[in-house]
């Protein structure tokens, strides 16, 4: 599974980005897609997730905030974010878990957000 992620950008606070992650390969053995995110000096830090057939389940700090969804017949997963906040800015990663008797991650290379204050 390749998973190329973009949609980030420079935003003020207050404002909304959407993150797009298309996935190719083996995109049927996909179980579950989440969205990370690491700031500077940080560790790497889990966001949202989705797994197939069941309700989007958020971190604390972008609950209420950030929606995660996924277009199956595009292939391609979605973070909205609104009501951004300057500690939002980070390096977004998409996540894909795949396989069925032996799970992998799979991760694609991250997109920039900055929220400006």
């Known amino acids: 599974v390749q998973l190329q992620a973009s949609g980030g950008g420079l935003v003020q606070a207050g404002g909304s980005l959407r993150l797009s992650c298309v996935a190719s390969g083996s995109v049927f053995s996909i179980n579950k897609m989440a969205w990370y995110r690491q700031a500077p000096g940080k560790q790497r830090e889990w966001v949202a997730a989705l797994v197939n057939g069941g309700t989007p389940i958020y971190g604390d700090a972008v609950k209420g905030r950030f929606t995660i969804s996924r277009d199956t017949a595009k292939n391609t997963l979605y973070l909205q974010m609104s009501a951004l906040k300057p500690e939002d800015t980070a390096t977004y990663y998409c996540?894909?878990?795949?396989?069925?008797?032996?799970?992998?991650?799979?991760w694609g290379k991250g997109t920039l957000v900055t929220v400006s204050s």
């Open positions: 996540n894909a878990n795949a396989g069925s008797r032996t799970r992998v991650d799979y």
